[in-house]
C-alpha cells in the first residue's frame, strides 16, 4: 500500500471540527460561509476527511472572548471530535493542509502578515504587520483533542481583544509540546479593528481591551501552573441555539457547516 493512501486511510478514521469563533461581523460571515463551501466540496488534498464547520456566535452583550467561544467548540463536540482547527472568521484558507496531526500546527504562513484592519477613525486605513510565525499561534491553528484536554483549553479571561492565542502559546510551551508548521495560504478580509485608538495625524495607540489584556497576561503566568484553574474544566455556557445550515456526503466522507449560538 502506498504512502498517500495510508494517509488518506488515516484521514477517514479521524474527525475534525473547524470552530469560526465571531460576532458582529455579518459581512466577514457570508464571505467565510460561501467560501468554506467551495472550498471542502472541490479541494483535492483534504477530501477523505469528516469535516464539521462550527460557526461559534457569542449571543450576549458582553465583549468578545474568543478564547471562550473556542473552548464552547470544543466542549459541544469533544465526543465526536479527534482535532479541532480555530479558524478567524476573516482568514480564507486557499490552500491548507487540514490533516490531522498528533501535534499543535500553526496551518497559516502566508496571508496573516500585513492584515488589513479598519481603524475606529474615519478615513484612516491601518495595516498591522504581524511578527514572524515562530512567535504566533493564531489565524489557523490545529489542536489534537489530546493536547487540548491536557493544557485545559483556551482561558476565558481575556475580554475584547488580544492575548488568549499568546496564552494557548504559553500553555503548549509549558507543557513542552512542540508546536509544528504547515505552508497554508489564506486570504485576509478587512476587519473592524478593536485592538488600536486612532489619534490625530493617523497616529494610533494600544485600546483599553489590549492593555487591560496584557495586564491580565503578565500576572497569569507568573505562576507556570495557571493553566489548570482556567479553560474547560470551569467554564460554564449555555447553547442558544444550534442550527445545521449545510451538509454534504463527498468523497465518501461527511461535510457539515452549523452555527452555533451560545451565551456565557
Given at each position: 500500500m502506498n504512502i498517500e493512501l495510508t494517509d488518506q486511510i488515516k484521514n477517514l478514521e479521524k474527525?475534525?471540527?473547524i470552530t469560526v469563533p465571531y460576532r458582529d461581523r455579518e459581512f466577514?460571515?457570508?464571505?467565510?460561509?460561501?467560501?468554506i463551501k467551495n472550498y471542502f466540496n472541490d479541494d483535492k488534498l483534504d477530501k477523505f476527511i469528516n469535516v464539521k464547520v462550527c460557526f461559534l456566535e457569542q449571543n450576549n452583550d458582553k465583549p468578545f472572548n474568543l478564547g471562550s467561544l473556542n473552548n464552547a467548540a470544543y466542549i459541544i463536540n469533544e465526543n465526536y471530535l479527534d482535532y479541532i482547527v480555530v479558524n478567524n472568521v476573516d482568514f480564507l484558507p486557499l490552500m491548507s493542509d487540514y490533516s490531522f496531526s498528533e501535534f499543535p500546527t500553526l496551518l497559516i504562513k502566508h496571508g496573516f502578515n500585513n492584515l488589513p484592519m479598519k481603524p475606529s477613525k474615519k478615513d484612516c486605513k491601518l495595516v498591522v504587520k504581524a511578527p514572524g510565525i515562530e512567535k504566533i499561534f493564531l489565524g489557523s491553528v490545529l489542536l489534537p483533542k489530546e493536547v487540548?484536554?491536557?493544557?485545559?483549553?483556551?482561558?476565558?479571561?481575556?475580554?475584547?481583544?488580544?492575548?488568549?492565542d499568546t496564552d494557548m502559546r504559553n500553555r503548549l510551551l509549558k507543557n513542552n509540546i512542540e508546536i509544528k508548521y504547515r505552508n497554508g495560504i489564506y486570504q485576509p478580509l478587512i476587519h473592524d479593528n478593536l485592538g488600536y485608538d486612532v489619534g490625530e495625524n493617523n497616529n494610533f495607540?494600544?485600546?483599553?481591551?489590549?492593555i487591560d489584556n496584557k495586564k491580565i497576561f503578565d500576572e497569569k503566568w507568573q505562576d507556570k501552573n495557571?493553566?489548570?484553574?482556567?479553560?474547560?474544566?470551569?467554564?460554564?455556557?449555555?447553547?442558544?441555539?444550534?442550527v445545521e445550515i449545510y451538509k454534504n456526503n463527498r468523497?465518501?466522507?461527511?461535510?457539515?457547516?452549523?452555527?452555533?449560538?451560545?451565551?456565557?
Open positions: 474527525n475534525l471540527v466577514q460571515y457570508k464571505i467565510f460561509l460561501n467560501h487540548f484536554k491536557k493544557v485545559n483549553g483556551y482561558s476565558n479571561s481575556y475580554w475584547g481583544w488580544g492575548f488568549e495607540s494600544l485600546s483599553k481591551y489590549h495557571n493553566f489548570l484553574q482556567d479553560g474547560i474544566n470551569n467554564f460554564k455556557f449555555e447553547v442558544d441555539s444550534d468523497f465518501n466522507s461527511i461535510f457539515e457547516i452549523r452555527h452555533i449560538k451560545v451565551n456565557f
